[in-house]
């Protein structure tokens, strides 16, 4: 079970009002990305690399291949830190100490292992279904070779910090006077319209599954 584990390394020092003990907050933020950031050290030189991510339970499964020098460190028992960040809005304050931006944040410390091969073949599915709705029943069957040469990890959700910014700026009463526009802009990530394959053969579907095209 996913649970805050009250380390000094999960506690939140700038801010700490901000961090969210709750988990359904944590699997929401793993839930809504496609990618986390993935950090390691080799040889004592920092690695962080993006790297595609699906939430599977517990677990957060992450995807590459085994020729990477990362998937393999991680493979090998290497602690990792992997990190999501949703930005949500740009926060405009009246002054550029106030400015700030609202964001949802989520850091899972530990150490990752090899998806076992009786369940390799669904951790795929898993991460294809998060990343591409609808897709995996459309598509052919990964051949032996392509699964020899994926690698699947799960890093177990146990030790966890959540930290998210929401609201107005907050600036203080004196600056309230300002002559300047205060406030926020939402952002959030969205989807154009499909661009088909230039190579699709005549008669196939106009645009991938749950598109409007």
């Known amino acids: 079970m996913s649970e805050e584990k009250a380390t000094p390394r999960t506690a939140v020092r700038r801010l700490p ?3 969210v003990d709750d988990p359904a907050t944590l699997h929401a933020i793993l839930d809504a990305a496609h990618h986390a950031a993935v950090g390691i050290q080799v040889d004592g030189q920092p690695f962080v690399l993006p790297m595609a991510c699906a939430r599977d339970g517990d677990h957060l499964l992450l995807h590459g291949s085994t020729g990477s020098r990362l998937m393999r460190a991680l493979a090998g028992g290497t602690t990792a830190c992997v990190s999501v960040t949703h930005l949500d809005g740009l926060v405009y304050a009246r002054s550029a100490f106030e400015s700030s931006m609202n964001y949802r944040s989520a850091t899972v410390l530990g150490v990752a292992e090899e998806v ?3 369940d390799k073949l669904r951790a ?3 991460l294809t279904e998060h990343l591409l709705p609808g897709r995996w029943a459309e598509l052919r069957a990964p051949h032996a070779k392509e699964l020899a040469a994926t ?3 799960r890093m ?3 030790e966890w910090s959540v930290k998210v910014r929401t609201g107005f700026p907050e ?3 004196e600056d309230l006077a300002q002559p300047v526009w205060a406030g926020v802009v939402p952002l959030r990530m969205v989807a154009d319209a499909p661009v088909a ?3 699709l053969l005549p008669g196939r579907p106009a645009g991938p599954p749950g598109s409007c095209a």
């Open 124 to 126: 795929l599915e898993v």
């Open 156 to 158: 177990p959700l146990t």
């Open 17 to 19: 009002e901000r961090q």
């Open 151 to 153: 690698l699947i990890l």
């Open 116 to 118: 076992p091969r009786p």
């Open 171 to 173: 600036d203080p009463p």
């Open 197 to 199: 394959a230039p190579d």
